[in-house]
């Protein structure tokens, strides 16, 4: 979902659970994409990435979905940990690199034990 | 390797004078990136160093805002005359070429306050 200010939207999980966060984009040219991951006082971190020529890529504990059709993004996080706890951004790109990324505005997961 | 290292780590100034902001990229790094990070929002692009090649400088907000990337190394991002709305933080990053998000290292950005 989309924000404003300083209300980012919050996702509550439970460790152990799995969490699903949502990105939608609009600009029908984008070809790249990307999840990071910011914690507090630190620059983003790559999580995942997928290009327009898939719907769905997997790596360790994480799956991204592209659904070019309604122009949504998902990253999809197994058995939640502490350590995800952070803002997650989706970014995007229309020159099939990382060279001029337009980024959401975030969600931050807070991960509850 | 040490990754992408931004000096200094906070600056507060007041409104109207100008600052300097340097990035160090990663050593071999051919690209350098810049991004502005407004509190609680996402990062929005400012200006991308490729190489030898021309800058893309089209996120630049205004002629106040300008960068320079000296010997395909360090840049620095210079903001004149500041305003309070250039109160953010100034992320940095880099990448071998036009790299991947998974070759791309942010810093941990310069957090500017005018007052």
């Known amino acids: 979902g989309e924000s404003v200010g300083l209300h980012l939207p919050t996702l509550s999980v439970q460790e152990g659970d799995n969490s699903i966060i949502n990105c939608a984009y609009s600009n029908s040219a984008s070809d790249y994409f990307i999840w990071y991951k910011q914690e507090s006082g630190k620059g983003p971190q790559f999580i995942i990435d997928i290009r327009s020529n898939m719907d769905k890529r997997q790596g360790q504990r994480v799956t991204v979905l592209l659904n070019k059709t309604v122009k949504h993004l998902s990253l999809q996080i197994a058995a939640t940990q502490p350590g995800d706890s952070a803002v997650y951004f989706c970014a995007e790109s229309s020159t099939g690199t990382a060279s001029k990324l337009t980024f959401g505005t975030g969600t931050r997961l807070q991960v509850t034990l | 390797g040490a990754g992408v290292s931004q000096s200094p780590s906070n600056k507060v100034t007041e409104k109207g004078k100008d600052v300097e902001l340097r990035c160090d990229p990663i050593s071999g790094h051919t690209a350098l990136y810049w991004y502005r990070q407004s509190l609680g929002q996402g990062l929005e692009f400012l200006i991308y160093f490729q190489g030898n090649s021309a800058p893309d400088k089209s996120g630049l907000p205004s002629d106040r805002f300008s960068a320079e990337r000296t010997g395909g190394s360090v840049s620095t991002l210079t903001i004149q005359r500041t305003q309070q709305e250039d109160s953010a933080v100034y992320l940095c990053?880099?990448?071998?070429?036009?790299?991947?998000?998974?070759?791309?290292?942010f810093g941990p950005g310069t957090r500017l306050l005018v007052l």
């Open positions: 990053a880099s990448s071998p070429e036009q790299g991947s998000g998974e070759t791309q290292y």
